[in-house]
């Protein structure tokens, strides 16, 4: 189908040229599209109006001075192409697609519409993709949607293309949030795994505490006794507690003996010991189980009604696209199964 006729009308002639190139291909091998002098005579039949008049009179001039014996090259074709798009192209064609780009904005949901459309946009008018003018560019078009702009503002992006994924990183999220709260779903969440747990330490009570427990309080041990249960009418015992000769009622005590509970040597008490005290020994060893450095870049912050979404999100983000997407599609399924029922 040949190009529509060009008047002069500089907002058409980027569509003119198009229709061309696109007209001389579907031509190629057709006799009498071989020429190149052939091929500019054509063209110039689609040009016409008195705006151009004059413009077409000067190359027909010029074409009429070629010798088609030696002068027929591809040359006098791609000539033509470059004089038409200096006289009516490239003195507006900046300018309009500038103001193209100011007005260029996001329209949630179309990511991938906004950074197609912004990148040829960006191409035609002069900028190179991923300088700084055009990712300033890029968050401008994204104050359409504020929340959106905002968030992907926070993450910082170093450049380009860190940019893209971290706006639709975000988009894909926003994109989750409404179509969660149109269906009146839950955030959904994934079990908190730590990555390297601590093992279960033991717990100590008033039975099995080490000696170096000896001045802190453990809870009491409420289970059976560490002694055998009563047999052949034996005293029974009490509770817990050790087994040990009561004095006798009459006659002397026997004399006791005391023993250290720092060093636990006989002859003196704790506060007599002159050796190290066995509480800086355990204050050092909670300090080095303290100082244990442990990954815990892979445990998720606990459950909460104030950070339900915050962690439903965070789980959201570390999924593929293709996951995103369905999950999207899913949440967003729910509400016209609902219209439909």
């Known amino acids: 189908m040949p190009p529509?006729?060009?008047?002069?009308?500089?907002?058409?002639?980027?569509?003119?040229?198009?229709?061309?190139?696109?007209?001389?291909?579907?031509?190629?091998?057709?006799?009498?599209?071989?020429?190149?002098?052939?091929?500019?005579?054509?063209?110039?039949?689609?040009?016409?109006?008195?705006?151009?008049?004059?413009?077409?009179?000067?190359?027909?001039?010029?074409?009429e001075q070629l010798d088609p014996a030696t002068e027929d090259?591809?040359?006098?074709?791609?000539?033509?192409?470059?004089?038409?798009?200096?006289?009516?192209?490239?003195?507006?064609?900046?300018?309009?697609?500038?103001?193209a780009l100011d007005k260029h904005t996001f329209r949630f949901p179309f990511i991938d519409q906004y950074i197609s459309d912004f990148e040829n946009l960006v191409r035609k008018a002069g900028y190179t993709v991923g300088s700084r003018e055009s990712m300033n560019y890029f968050i401008k078009g994204l104050q359409s949607a504020p929340d959106v702009a905002e968030k992907v503002v926070e993450k910082f992006p170093v450049d380009y293309q860190d940019l893209k994924?971290?706006?639709?990183?975000?988009?894909?999220?926003?994109?989750?949030?409404?179509?969660?709260?149109?269906?009146?779903?839950?955030?959904?969440?994934?079990?908190?795994?730590?990555?390297?747990?601590?093992?279960?330490q033991p717990q100590y009570n008033s039975s099995?505490?080490?000696?170096?427990?000896?001045?802190?309080?453990?809870?009491?041990?409420?289970?059976?006794g560490r002694f055998p249960p009563n047999r052949n009418n034996q005293r029974s015992t009490r509770g817990n507690t050790a087994q040990v000769e009561e004095p006798q009622r009459w006659g002397p005590h026997p004399q006791r003996v005391c023993r250290c509970y720092n060093c636990d040597k006989p002859g003196h008490f704790a506060a007599e010991c002159h050796q190290p005290r066995k509480t800086q020994t355990r204050?050092?060893?909670?300090?080095?189980?303290?100082?244990?450095?442990?990954?815990?870049?892979?445990?998720?912050?606990?459950?909460?009604?104030?950070?339900?979404?915050?962690?439903?999100?965070?789980?959201?983000d570390t999924l593929p696209?293709?996951?995103?997407?369905?999950?999207?599609?899913?949440y967003e399924g729910k509400k016209e199964d609902f219209a439909a029922a």
Not at 83 to 92: E, G, I, K, L, R
């Open 73 to 99: 090259v591809e040359y006098v074709y791609t000539n033509f192409l470059n004089h038409f798009q200096t006289q009516y192209t490239d003195s507006t064609r900046q300018e309009v697609t500038q103001a």
């Open 4 to 63: 529509q006729v060009f008047e002069g009308d500089r907002t058409k002639a980027e569509a003119f040229m198009r229709e061309l190139r696109l007209y001389m291909l579907a031509n190629r091998g057709v006799p009498g599209f071989e020429s190149p002098m052939r091929r500019v005579a054509i063209a110039l039949t689609f040009i016409k109006g008195l705006k151009v008049d004059g413009w077409v009179e000067a190359m027909l001039q010029t074409l």
């Open 208 to 224: 099995n505490a080490p000696r170096s427990w000896n001045n802190i309080p453990v809870p009491m041990d409420v289970s059976r």
């Open 165 to 200: 994924d971290k706006t639709i990183l975000v988009v894909k999220a926003r994109q989750l949030i409404r179509a969660m709260r149109n269906t009146g779903a839950p955030p959904f969440q994934r079990p908190a795994q730590p990555l390297n747990p601590r093992p279960n």
């Open 321 to 330: 696209l293709e996951q995103k997407d369905a999950l999207i599609a899913k």
């Open 283 to 316: 204050q050092a060893y909670v300090q080095d189980y303290m100082d244990q450095e442990e990954d815990l870049s892979g445990v998720q912050e606990a459950m909460n009604p104030t950070n339900l979404l915050d962690n439903a999100l965070k789980v959201f």
